[in-house]
């Protein structure tokens, strides 16, 4: 089936050192997003692809970043984390674009991290 | 501005009675209208969406949802609810100026047996 997988489902890392989460994708979407979402909240976007178009969002700190070295993997770097960066990180996928007719997003099961 | 509302943070319903999870919105033009099931430590799994046609949507696990353009409204609803459908429940509403997705701040559901 085709999906949306993240590696790893649990991570721990130590305050200040950089973490990567990875993203990888079966469904051809040429858009991948990454969100935070904190304790049953909503999730906040922090930046997405459009195929190769990086797109950060305003409030996104410096200490995320992102790559997409093709169409279907992303990963998310944490360069420093910090205790307020213990979150779910979510990947997803869309299709958009002239004749897309797909408009919904698709997610990844999430990377829990813990900062120590 | 765009936004999405879900009034009740938390639902209650005992399980083979009907339930209801609403959602309301404010959008210019023709609003394109999701629901989200995430189940704990579980990504969101997309149920249905409303872009054009019928007012009312089916989806996945026996889920339906009725758009009212009059009341700016997307209930989400199931007739006869099962214990497993416990879960927090997000409704989302494309953005205009680009592809992205507004989100409501979730509902979680309960079912009692």
């Known amino acids: 089936d085709a999906m949306v997988i993240q590696n790893p489902r649990y991570q721990v890392t130590q305050f200040g050192k950089p973490v990567t989460l990875s993203c990888s994708q079966t469904?051809?979407?040429?858009?991948m997003y990454w969100y935070q979402q904190k304790s049953s909240q909503a999730p906040k976007l922090l930046f997405h692809y459009y195929d190769k178009d990086f797109n950060n969002e305003a409030d996104t700190p410096d200490n995320f970043q992102s790559r997409r070295p093709n169409t279907s993997f992303c990963f998310l770097d944490i360069r420093s984390p910090g205790l307020g960066d213990a979150a779910m990180y979510l990947c997803?996928?869309?299709?958009?674009?002239?004749?897309?007719?797909?408009?919904?997003?698709?997610f990844g099961p999430g990377t829990r991290l813990t900062v120590t | 501005a765009q936004s999405v509302a879900q009034p009740e943070d938390q639902v209650n319903v005992a399980e083979g009675n009907p339930l209801t999870v609403k959602c309301t919105y404010s959008v210019s033009g023709n609003p394109y209208l999701f629901w989200y099931v995430q189940y704990p430590n579980r990504g969101l799994q997309f149920l249905l969406k409303?872009?054009?046609?019928d007012n009312l949507v089916k989806g996945s696990y026996g889920f339906e949802a009725e758009f009212n353009k009059s009341q700016t409204s997307f209930h989400l609803k199931k007739p006869s609810a099962l214990v497993s459908d416990s879960a927090l429940y997000f409704c989302?509403?494309?953005?205009?100026?680009?592809?992205?997705?507004?989100w409501g701040a979730g509902t979680k559901l309960i079912i009692k047996p």
């Open positions: 409303y872009i054009t046609g």
């Open positions: 989302a509403v494309r953005d205009y100026s680009n592809y992205q997705l507004i």
């Open positions: 469904l051809n979407h040429n858009v």
């Open positions: 997803a996928t869309s299709r958009e674009g002239a004749g897309s007719s797909v408009y919904e997003q698709y």
